[in-house]
């Protein structure tokens, strides 16, 4: 049986990204931890990025990242319960910011 080329199959034969994912990690008190995101639909899900530059572009210079393949980042995540592994989201909301001080009461 011929294999099939990735432009006639509209779902590929190969659904795991090749080579090492960009994951985004932040320091934590044994050194980094991958960062864990949520879903449009609010489930927690690993990310992993195909080059440092899409990384950089969705989430900033300033984050840090560690290379893993994919099923190292699945076996990471899945002791938290995240079996959901995201390839090069494109749309991340910003990180939260600091509250405002609340305005002061006026007694009447």
Same mark, same amino acid.
Request: overall charge neutral.
């Given at each position: 049986m011929a294999g099939l080329h990735y432009g006639e199959d509209p779902e590929p034969s190969d659904p795991s990204p090749a080579g090492p994912l960009y994951v985004p990690v932040r320091p934590g008190p044994s050194g980094c931890a991958a960062r864990l *995101?949520? +879903? /449009?639909?609010?489930? @927690?899900t690993a990310v992993g *990025? !195909?080059? $440092?530059l @899409? /990384? +950089?572009? +969705? /989430?900033? $210079?300033? #984050?840090?990242?560690?290379r893993l393949a994919e099923p190292a980042l699945r076996a990471l995540a899945a002791p938290l319960g995240v079996t959901t592994v995201t390839?090069? %989201? #494109?749309? !991340? $909301?910003?990180? %939260?910011?600091?509250? %405002?001080?609340p305005a002061p009461a *006026? $007694? +009447?």
């Open positions: *995101f949520r +879903t /449009l639909l609010g489930d @927690r *990025f !195909t080059s $440092a @899409r /990384l +950089t572009t +969705t /989430l900033g $210079a300033d #984050q840090a990242w560690i390839v090069d %989201p #494109q749309l !991340t $909301a910003p990180a %939260p910011g600091p509250m %405002p001080a *006026f $007694a +009447t």
